[in-house]
């Protein structure tokens, strides 16, 4: 998908650039206007190829570069393809080199925190809030991350140029959902949504999204985003029915889709 029409520009943009901060790894750097980012963690957003502007450079260039910079960081190479992506043309020609389409993600959009709605939690839970680490670890055993993977994770959210705040929920000494926050300004990101697979259809998430954005508001927030696959349907429902809209949808290219996984 391209643009939502009934969101201001300026929202969509904001989001992305809030984005892009919020998933900042330590290992990035800049080429010829591709911003090249190489964390060993799981998230995509951070071992991936963000072409913000276009260079000067020829494709086959920029590509043979970027290879390189994978390949010494033991990374397959993938290319992140947004609207906002420089050259405007860049999919398409990505396609008909033979790279792979995937992770078709949407960002979702509410534009407006004033009427979030009341938390209710059921007996006996308890949200608590954490340091970096300890989320780390709490969110990759519930994904089944490596622990080169959880511990890319908290390093990110360490040296993250804004700040992170994430809660889990528990009942006693169990696991019921996770998540947090990243506040750039007026605009809050909700992060690492996840709730265990015995406790959906309960309203946990919901409530923990509406939770945190809650706090963010107490803090200044005004709007919200999140990023969600295309085919979580679920979450996306859930995400609706708070408000959240699709605000515009990214993707990603690789040439070989195997060594991605």
């Not at 300026?10 to 980012?37: F, H, K, M, T």
């Not at 519930?142 to 390093?155: K, P, V």
């Not at 605009?187 to 945190?212: A, H, K, M, W």
């Given at each position: ?163 992170y705040v994430g809660m889990l929920l528990k009942r006693g000494d169990a696991l019921l959902a996770c998540g947090q926050f990243v506040r750039e300004g007026e605009l809050v ?13 309960r309203g946990l998430g919901r409530s923990l999204c509406t939770q945190l954005l809650s706090l963010a508001r107490e803090q200044g927030a005004r709007s919200a985003y999140l ?35």
């Amino acid at each position: 998908m391209l643009f939502n029409t009934d969101i201001t520009r300026d929202l969509l943009q904001a989001a992305e650039n809030a984005g892009l901060n919020a998933s900042a790894p330590p290992q990035q750097e800049v080429l010829d206007g591709w911003l090249i980012r190489l964390s060993p963690g799981k998230a995509k957003r951070s071992r991936c190829v963000n072409a913000l502007a276009q260079g000067k450079l020829p494709l086959d260039e920029l590509l043979a570069r970027c290879t390189q910079a994978f390949e010494r960081a033991g990374l397959p190479l993938v290319v992140r393809i947004t609207p906002f992506t420089q050259p405007a043309d860049l999919d398409q020609q990505l396609a008909a080199l033979g790279w792979e389409f995937f992770d078709d993600t949407r960002v979702m959009l509410k534009a407006d925190l004033a009427d979030l709605g009341a938390v209710t939690w059921p007996e006996g839970c308890v949200l608590h809030t954490v340091g970096h680490a300890e989320y780390a670890r709490a969110v990759g055993s519930l994904r089944g991350s490596s622990q080169s993977a959880i511990e890319a994770h908290a390093e990110r959210m360490q040296q993250s140029p804004v700040p992170y705040v994430g809660m889990l929920l528990k009942r006693g000494d169990a696991l019921l959902a996770c998540g947090q926050f990243v506040r750039e300004g007026e605009l809050v990101g909700l992060y690492d949504i996840f709730t265990v697979p015995e406790q959906r259809g309960r309203g946990l998430g919901r409530s923990l999204c509406t939770q945190l954005l809650s706090l963010a508001r107490e803090q200044g927030a005004r709007s919200a985003y999140l990023q969600v696959s295309a085919d979580n349907h679920g979450a996306r429902s859930v995400y609706q029915r708070m408000g959240f809209v699709d605000g515009y949808g990214y993707h990603y290219r690789t040439p070989d889709l195997k060594s991605v996984y």
